[in-house]
């Protein structure tokens, strides 16, 4: 598949089949994924590959703690958004509403819960970082991210990156014995997407190029 052709096609999936995903094929994916860029050649990402009856328990643990907290998806911004920021997310989650409406869900509960759920995947990434690098090393673990959910799609399967866990990392470093001096900078969904599922004909929309960069010529 052509590289263009895998980034048009490539999208967040929110169901997900049980069909199990081989330790064969994750390895695959993440040796390509790593081949990302990094500063210095660094390479500061770490990898935890949830699977099984480990990745239910950490859906459990999750969702529990979700239910307690009630830490919801948001963007996390430390002061004020721009409008026009605030709004794309706001049109996003408006055309995601028919397909919820559809599916008779309620619509916070689906994102939050199946976020927590990994949505249904039989896997669950989670990428961390040690807290000896500085903020800026937290661009390589996008880098790798766009890579991994990329080459994920490559091979047939479907990805969403999960930020919502993050809110409840002391959990997750609990349950998973992750040490104190790891961050988990983010998680990700994975397995063969349920096409059956309504949402997962959502396809996000995209900001006109224009009002995105300005020219200096
Ligand atoms: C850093 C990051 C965190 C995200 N966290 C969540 C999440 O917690 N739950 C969720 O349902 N989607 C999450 N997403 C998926 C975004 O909502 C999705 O990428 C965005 O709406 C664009 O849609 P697309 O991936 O289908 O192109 C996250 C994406 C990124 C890049």
Known sequence: ?????????????????????????????????????????????????????????????????????????????????????????????????PFFEEMGVNPDRFINEGSCNFYGAPVAILICLDDSFPKSRLVDIGIVLGYFILVAHEFGLGTCPIGLITAYEDEIKDLLNIPENKRVVIGVALGYPDLNSPINRFKSPREDLETLIRWID
């Not at 949830?50 to 907290?69: D, M, N, P, Q, W």
């Open 1 to 97: 598949m052509e590289l263009i052709t895998a980034i048009q096609e490539r999208k967040s999936f929110r169901a997900f089949k049980s069909d199990p995903v081989s330790k064969g094929t994750i390895e695959k994916i993440l040796k390509l994924a790593t081949q990302a860029p990094s500063a210095i050649n660094l390479q500061p990402w770490e990898f935890i590959a949830v699977t099984g009856e480990e990745k239910e328990r950490l859906s459990r643990r999750l969702i529990k703690a979700y239910r307690e907290k009630q830490i919801s998806c948001g963007p996390g911004n430390v002061k004020p958004m721009p409008k026009t920021v605030t709004l794309r997310g706001a049109k996003t989650l408006q055309l995601m509403n």
